[in-house]
Nanobody, 119 residues
């Protein structure tokens, strides 16, 4: 059974940094394209960032470009999202997900971790 477990969320102040982790089990992690998504109350889920199987290709939403960094460790089966210069508008539940292909769909999802940025 596949599990994706996010951790590292919390309450921070604007301008602070936070690193999210997503640990995968039950799948060959290196065979999956993985990404971070977020959903704020009353808003649609949006793609934050994604990374290819070996980490050679990355994608960032314009709203986080230059502030967030995605990375992965295929030995540890873990995906990371380093978030800096956090803004109140970054407040959301952050989810990690895994897909067999770069174009999706994403087959497996974590339960989410809350990130709250106070002004």
């Amino acid at each position: 059974q596949v599990h994706l477990v996010e951790s590292g969320g919390g309450l921070v102040q604007a301008g602070d940094s936070l690193t999210l982790s997503c640990t995968a089990s039950g799948l060959t992690f290196g065979n999956y394209f993985v990404g971070w998504f977020r959903q704020a109350p009353g808003k649609e889920r949006e793609t934050v960032s994604a990374i290819s199987w070996t980490g050679s290709r990355t994608y960032y939403a314009n709203s986080v470009k230059g502030r967030f960094t995605i990375s992965r460790d295929n030995v540890k089966n873990t995906l990371y999202l380093q978030m800096t210069s956090l803004k109140p508008e970054d407040t959301a539940v952050y989810y990690c997900a895994a897909s067999k292909t770069m174009t999706g769909p994403y087959d497996y999802w974590g339960q989410g971790t809350q990130v709250t940025v106070s002004s």
